[in-house]
């Protein structure tokens, strides 16, 4: 699954998203691009469980196709 975030612009935000990321899966795979504020992750749980997190975390991402 692929989100634009942004609200990331720095390396600690990505920071930032990744530890949310591994908080909902601790086994999901993170890839985020900070310039293009995108956001990889490779995991079986629901996007939705992602999106929601990251609203909490301050970081509202958009599903990308």
Do not use: N, W, Y
Not at 42 to 59: C, K, M, N
Request: include cysteine; aromatic fraction near 4%.
């Amino acid at each position: 699954m692929k989100l634009h975030i942004d609200s990331m612009t720095c390396g600690g935000c990505a920071r930032s998203v990744t530890a949310t990321i591994k908080d909902v899966d601790p086994a999901a795979t993170v890839e985020i691009d900070v310039p293009a504020k995108r956001v990889q992750i490779q995991s079986s749980q629901p996007v939705e469980r992602f999106i929601t997190a990251l609203e909490e975390a301050g970081f509202p991402p958009q599903l990308q196709e």
